[in-house]
């Protein structure tokens, strides 16, 4: 974890003698800070050939490998699955001697009305991959409470062991903070025993520091990740927003000792940007990050590019279309 510009989020870090709403209330975001530092991690070097195809396995292992389509079915979800499972060719993997390694996407993610599908799916295949759930009428939330809930229990019911909730935006641009941390508990609880993913949806927010809020409100109330977007917003995940969101986890880390994940997802569709995502997970969080149980990329097409690079990088071409048919 690098240790630079304590100068990107102001206010009282002594967070033991802070009340939570005074820790929410005094939060200011320098923007300029934050640009200059997006900027800084984006000119970063990018590995030699070698490491950037470890580094690109790495990635495979933290994707949640997400179908959220209105024409979604039964068949291509059981696609998705099978693909979740091999998600690099065996002979590529044997190249490279990594055959053997179990890798595997992190999750897949689909609808609520989908994860009986795709658990049936992986149980058929033998496999115990996680089924992530969006929830909460994704991805705007506009919809009654008691409905959002339903909605969390059902799929919790269905099989899912993660659910990737939305939170209410209207109360966040309305300085409804606390409401908002009402909202999350009662989420947190419906989730049960499943890991909770809070879309902070970053690009209806309006500001870094209501981002800066958001993820402090959505980590108190219980949050086990906090995520940039739906993948539906006009803006989806961007490296500004990400290092406001990896400085508030690591704040929280600072002050109660407890590291919560970050899932960038929305319109990440190349290795190139993937190489991007870790180098920044590993210079704003550190190594400890580096892993599924901490860190998710939330795409429904990155898998593909890898898949091409990697391709590359074994055979020295890049694949025809019918050799990466599920990509
Ligand atoms: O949660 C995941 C996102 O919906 C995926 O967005 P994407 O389709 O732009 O990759």
Redesign the pocket.
């Known amino acids: 974890m690098t240790s630079s510009s304590k100068s990107i989020v102001s206010f009282l870090s002594s967070c033991s003698w802070l009340s939570d709403r005074e820790w929410i209330s005094k939060v200011r975001v320098n923007t300029q800070a934050v640009l200059r530092r997006a900027q800084h991690i984006q000119g970063q070097k990018i590995p030699n050939k070698q490491w950037q195809t470890a580094w690109l396995l790495k990635a495979v292992t933290c994707i949640?490998l997400?179908?959220?389509s209105g024409d979604d079915t039964p068949s291509n979800v059981h696609r998705l699955c099978l693909k979740a499972i091999q998600p690099i060719r065996y002979d590529q993997l044997e190249k490279m001697d990594m055959h053997n390694k179990g890798i595997t996407t992190a999750a897949v993610?689909v609808y609520p009305s989908r994860v009986a599908d795709a658990v049936k799916s992986l149980k058929a295949a033998n496999s115990n991959l996680p089924v992530a759930s969006?929830a909460t009428g994704f991805?705007a939330g506009q919809v009654p409470l008691e409905t959002r809930l339903q909605e969390v229990r059902m799929a919790v019911a269905d099989g899912a062991t993660e659910i990737?909730i939305v939170i209410n935006r209207t109360l966040a641009l309305t300085g409804q903070w606390e409401a908002m941390y009402d909202e999350i508990c009662q989420f947190r609880e419906a989730c049960g025993a499943a890991h909770m993913k809070t879309?902070l949806a970053v690009g209806e927010l309006g500001t870094f520091t209501n981002v800066y809020k958001a993820s402090i409100v959505a980590m108190m109330a219980g949050s086990d990740f906090i995520?940039t977007?739906?993948?539906?917003e006009a803006v989806?995940?961007t490296y500004p927003v990400a290092i406001v969101m990896a400085r508030a986890i690591r704040e929280y880390f600072l002050c109660t000792g407890h590291k919560v994940g970050f899932?960038p997802?929305?319109?990440?569709?190349t290795a190139q940007e993937s190489l991007v995502w870790l180098t920044l997970i590993k210079e704003e969080l550190g190594n400890e990050w580096l892993c599924p149980h901490l860190f998710r990329l939330?795409?429904?097409?990155?898998l593909a590019d890898i898949e091409r690079q990697i391709y590359h990088y074994v055979t020295g071409q890049y694949a025809a279309f019918h050799e990466l048919p599920m990509a």
Not at 265 to 269: E, N, P
């Open positions: 949640d997400t179908t959220l993610c969006v991805p990737d879309i995520k977007s739906t993948g539906k989806n995940a899932k997802a929305g319109g990440i569709r939330g795409a429904s097409s990155l």
